[in-house]
């Protein structure tokens, strides 16, 4: 069963960066979606960007295309999200996911991490 763990959330000043790592571990990440996702609080989870198993594309939400960018270390077996032009905004518990089937930004994938606190705030 593949497991995810995502590492590298904190706190950030607006305008400022992070990046988020999710690490696979038990099967080989390569051959999944792997979709990054966030739950503000109160709000639904919105899926942000994910890599298709499909055609190999990354793909952006609106809410964060030109500031956000999501990579594949195919030997890490790991994916990352660098978030760049932080936004009070993009402040979420955020989550890598992964599946066999290519949901895109429906958050029906069948494997997910523990969640990592991304705050954006002065």
């Known amino acids: 069963q593949l497991r995810l763990e995502e590492s590298g959330g904190g706190l950030a000043q607006p305008g400022g960066s992070l990046r988020l790592s999710c690490q696979a571990e038990v099967l080989i990440l390569d051959d999944y979606t792997v979709g990054w996702f966030r739950q503000a609080p109160g709000k639904a989870r919105e899926g942000i960007s994910y890599?298709?198993?499909?055609?190999?594309?990354?793909y952006y939400a609106d809410s964060v295309k030109g500031r956000f960018t999501m990579s594949r270390d195919s030997a890490k077996n790991a994916v990352y999200l660098q978030m760049n032009s932080l936004k009070p905004e993009d402040t979420a518990v955020y989550y890598c996911a992964a599946d066999m089937l290519n949901w895109e930004f429906a958050d029906e994938y069948d494997y997910w991490g523990q969640g990592a606190q991304v705050t954006v705030s002065s």
């Open positions: 890599i298709s198993n499909v055609d190999g594309n990354t």
